[in-house]
């Protein structure tokens, strides 16, 4: 009963994150600085729109170029996490199964857990965005940069494999920005 408990708790969570991370997905639009006074004594009539002219750069510039493959992996993840769930929480399987299940639950985790440690690190390097994903011992790291050398590709290689044991393969592209 304990473990039913835990597992509706966990799936209630799960559910409260992704609807609030949906919810911050869809409602961030830029905003662009047109040129208003915020705060002034003038009313609305005396203010005057400044003219932004083509050489612009907007306030609000952050990448969404790397979202719909974190929402696939996402999706993909939660569809797995589900499956263990109803695994470690059946009565119709033995101890061994339900164990089983459980390890490849943490298993699941850890790689989440390293997958979103090692985007931090690849983003501190430099890199405007970064998506890395793991699978049986391979890592694709695919960044956000104008251009990417072998000395660039080597470092994101070399903070991999020194903060991810089980990568034995590490392949590394990047993406425009632009």
């Known amino acids: 009963m304990r473990v039913k408990k835990k597992g509706v708790w966990f799936l209630t ?3 409260l994150v992704a609807v609030i991370g949906v919810y911050y997905l869809f409602d961030r639009n830029p905003m662009p ?4 006074t915020i705060f002034s004594d003038d009313t609305i009539e005396d203010t005057e729109l400044g003219d932004a ?3 612009a750069t907007p306030v609000f ?3 969404y170029l790397f979202e719909e493959l ?3 992996m996402r999706n993909e993840r939660s569809q797995q996490r589900e499956l263990l769930t109803q695994k470690i929480t059946s009565d119709d399987l033995t101890a061994e199964e339900r164990d089983q299940a459980f390890d490849e639950m943490q298993v699941l985790t850890k790689r989440e857990t390293a997958e979103a440690m090692l985007e931090m690190l690849i983003k501190d390097l430099g ?3 970064a998506v890395v994903r793991t699978e049986d011992g391979t890592v694709k790291v695919s960044v956000i940069a ?3 050398s072998a000395a660039q590709a080597d470092q994101i290689v070399y903070t991999v494999k020194s903060e991810w044991e089980d990568s034995s393969t ?3 592209d990047f993406k425009s920005g632009q």
Do not use: K, P
């Open 53 to 55: 002219g083509s050489d």
């Open 70 to 72: 974190r929402m696939e």
């Open 146 to 148: 104008d251009e990417l």
């Open 170 to 172: 590490v392949y590394v």
């Open 127 to 129: 890199y405007e965005d």
């Open 61 to 63: 510039a952050e990448s």
């Open 33 to 36: 600085f047109d040129g208003i």
């Open 13 to 15: 969570l799960l559910s």
